[in-house]
């Protein structure tokens, strides 16, 4: 409780002249890290993923733990993850809301796919869920009334989490007014391929662009930079590291599939293409120009389709972090 903490820190001043706190990311947040803070004292929130283990220690205790993290702290081997103030950690909840509530959606269609498919009703069409498809299942009836229940039940559920997903994709519409990553969120949609879901998911996981030096940090924090084991004069790389948030690496993925068709700027595409700075339109215009080409090269190499879109993703990340560095201005840091 903040109490008690409170309480532990004071007793902790009065022993030390100086108290520096860390503790790793987990399900409570960063409000520790905000108390600690606000009681003038400097607290990091350690990536755990990240931090280094001995591979002979087999005894894990709370109290072994506590040594060993103040021991690499104190070396400096312990990596900080970046702290969001609590509108962009709320901003962050509710796109992960609307992230599970479309798995919750996808769950409940497939639930339904496979009640048909062992009532033999095959769909004639390849494309399920769309405008015929949804007629078609309107009209499916079942003999036994316990089938239709279920039946009527499935499709109830499907309903009910779309509409949770519109209702969320409409909230996050109206938190954009007055949030101070917004400019960031509207410039990334003048990219193609990056629509408001892909723009939000990217800023608010990502947070402050400048913290990342180079496109290459950013990419090698998503993983989607190739893993490597070489020694000598031997270099071996692989697949990439999938290190990081996995859920931007697939919608960055997901973003790279329409680089396969020739370069272009579509009908619902320019209203957001105009709505950005000329700075950041002159980017879109390269990052399409380029990705659409390597594409074709990839593809006439005879490289699959997997590969070719992992690889543009990569880069369409670099030409995200420059649009993200220049659609908002460098934090000020006080002296």
């Not at 960055?252 to 709505?275: C, D, F, N, Q």
């Not at 005879?302 to 908002?328: D, H, N, Y």
Request: positive net charge.
């Amino acid at each position: 409780s903040e109490a008690s903490m409170r309480s532990f820190i004071k007793r902790l001043e009065a022993k030390y002249d100086v108290i520096r706190i860390c503790y790793e990311a987990g399900p409570t947040g960063y409000g520790l890290h905000r108390l600690v803070t606000e009681m003038g004292h400097e607290c990091v929130v350690v990536a755990p993923s990240l931090i280094p283990k001995k591979a002979g220690d087999r005894i894990k205790t709370n109290r072994r733990d506590a040594l060993s993290r103040a021991r690499l702290f104190r070396a400096g081997e312990l990596t900080a993850v970046w702290i969001p103030d609590t509108k962009h950690e709320a901003m962050r909840a509710l796109v992960r809301a609307r992230a599970a509530a479309v798995k919750d959606a996808s769950v409940k269609k497939r639930q339904v796919g496979a009640f048909l498919l062992r009532h033999h009703r095959i769909f004639p069409r390849l494309k399920s869920w769309g405008a015929r498809y949804r007629r078609w299942i309107h009209y499916q009836t079942f003999e036994e009334m316990a089938d239709q229940i279920v039946w009527q039940e499935a499709l109830e559920a499907v309903r009910v989490g779309e509409a949770r997903v519109v209702r969320l994709e409409t909230s996050i519409r109206h938190m954009l007014d007055g949030w101070a990553l917004s400019p960031a969120v509207v410039a990334l949609q003048a990219v193609r391929g990056i629509d408001l879901v892909t723009a939000v998911s990217l800023v608010v996981e990502i947070g402050d662009f400048h913290r990342f030096e180079t496109a290459g940090q950013l990419m090698g924090y998503l993983g989607l930079v190739p893993g490597e084991r070489s020694t000598g004069e031997a270099v071996r790389r692989g697949a990439i590291t999938r290190m990081g948030n996995g859920r931007l690496r697939q919608l960055l993925v997901e973003a790279a599939w329409t680089y396969r068709h020739p370069p272009r700027i579509g009908r619902m595409k320019a209203p957001l293409v105009s709505a950005a700075p000329e700075a950041v339109q002159e980017i879109a215009l390269k990052a399409q120009t380029r990705l659409c080409a390597r594409y074709r090269k990839l593809a006439a190499r005879g490289k699959k389709s997997t590969v070719i879109c992992t690889a543009i993703a990569r880069e369409l990340t670099g030409f995200a972090w420059a649009i993200g560095r220049a659609a908002m201005p460098p934090p000020v840091i006080a002296a």
